[in-house]
Structures are given as structure tokens and as C-alpha cells.
């Protein structure tokens, strides 16, 4: 059964017109145009509108039939676009390229192992709080694994907004055929001078596909993991 939401076309369309019509002419306020920004402006609106679910092609149809319902939609998702453009272009992902280069996205249509989100929490262990300002790393075969996009970091700098917490998206790993299982051995790397090196080991079984934009990515969630000034880990066993 596929679900979609029609509000998610109308609001890629319309952006999409929107950029291509003020690349074309004038651009006082300096936008940016470029990838990143596009997903970060519809992200935005998509954010402040209610989703519309059909599961058929009847569902569209509906839709295109309430033409007055449809034409405020679009009129009300139109003035959304353009707040966000101007948050988003003042705001800018200090991760992302702005210089009209094309984002980094995954090969869909290709074969590849697809490989899960991974989160975790890091917490100090002595005092049991979490940890903050630190950069931890994902590492296989001694190596920094490579992200699915810039929009996800490694390393990861556990931000005071959401301490302890930490995320990780690996980029898919091409794979010759379908159905190839391979076990993914990585580890989690923390080098600070306020607490001992530290390491966890962890795998992840994976089985190669086709690579679908739509298809539901789950989640790894490794244990609790904590780490200690230096010398205490020994006095702590």
C-alpha cells in the first residue's frame, strides 16, 4: 500500500517555479538558489501546512476537481514559500555548499546496501550527566564513514540543545547484485582531553536492494554509552 501526501507535489512544483522564475530576473534580497536552500525552503512550508493523504489516483482527481479549495491552497502554500525563502537564505547551513554546486544525494535506482540511521547517547561517567560539546566519531575499518548527505556530519558535535544525544546516517555502499548479505563492522571513537579515549565496537547485519527514495529507513539504536575523566575508568572497574 503506498500512502502519499498531495500537499508534498504541489509544494515542490511550486518552489521549483518560484527559484526558476527569480534566477530569471531580479534578486535584491541575495538569495540563495541552491540545493540545499530549495530542500530547506520546502521543508518549511511543508512544515506549516496541513498534509492532504490519498492512497489512488481517485484522491487526486478530487483534489484537482475542488478548484476553488485547491487555487487558496496554492495561494496560502505561495506566501509560505516566500517566508521561508527569505528565512532560509538569511539563515543559511554552514555544513551545505552555496556556490550552485548539486547536492550530494544516493544513487536511487542502483543496488546498494542501505544502511540505517544510527543514534546514541554519551554520558560522562561520574557524574551520569550527559555529555555536551565533544565530537564523536563512526569509524570502519579505521576509517571515517562517509555520510548519505552534508546535511548529516561526522564528526558529530553533541550540541548543548540536545546533550548526550548523538546521529549518524551512513551513505549507501554499492553492492554488485540483490540480496547480498554483509555484516557492517563499525565502531564509535571519542577523543577529548577531558576524558579517556574511547571506543565501541557494534555491527549491523545488511542486505543489498534497489535504492528507493521512498522506502522506510529504520533505526539502530545502540546502548547507553559512557565515558570518563582521565584515570577514573580504572578506579571505576
Known amino acids: 500500500m503506498e500512502i502519499r501526501n498531495a500537499n508534498e507535489d504541489i509544494v515542490f512544483n511550486s518552489v521549483q517555479t518560484i527559484f526558476e522564475e527569480m534566477q530569471k530576473g531580479k534578486n535584491p534580497e541575495n538569495f540563495c538558489f541552491c540545493d540545499q536552500c530549495r530542500l530547506d525552503t520546502i521543508c518549511y512550508t511543508l512544515n506549516r501546512i496541513e498534509p492532504h493523504y490519498v492512497v489512488s489516483n481517485r484522491g487526486f482527481t478530487r483534489i484537482e476537481q475542488d478548484s476553488i479549495k485547491r487555487q487558496q491552497n496554492e495561494a496560502d502554500i ?30 536511487y535506482g542502483k543496488t546498494a546496501f542501505d544502511l540505517p540511521t544510527i543514534i546514541g ?39 548543548p540543545n540536545t546533550p548526550g544525544t548523538f546521529t549518524f546516517w551512513p551513505a549507501p555502499v554499492p553492492a554488485e547484485t540483490q540480496d547480498i548479505n554483509r555484516v557492517f563492522n563499525y565502531s564509535i571513537k571519542v577523543e577529548s582531553p577531558r576524558y579517556e579515549q574511547f571506543n565501541h565496537f557494534f555491527s549491523i547485519p545488511s542486505v543489498s536492494k534497489i535504492l528507493n527514495a521512498n522506502s522506510y529507513n529504520r533505526t539502530y539504536r545502540l546502548p547507553d554509552l559512557y565515558i570518563f575523566p582521565p584515570g577514573e575508568a580504572e578506579q571505576n572497574g
Open 78 to 107: 505561495t506566501s509560505l514559500i516566500y517566508n521561508g525563502l527569505r528565512l532560509v537564505s538569511h539563515n543559511q547551513r554552514p555544513t551545505a555548499p552555496h556556490d550552485g554546486s548539486t547536492a550530494r544525494i544516493p544513487d
Open 121 to 159: 547517547r554519551l554520558f560522562d561517567g561520574i557524574s551520569f550527566s550527559p555529555i555536551t560539546d565533544i565530537d564523536v566519531e563512526l569509524r570502519c575499518c579505521g576509517e571515517l564513514v562517509p555520510m548519505r548527505s552534508h546535511n548529516w556530519q561526522n564528526p558529530y558535535t553533541i550540541n
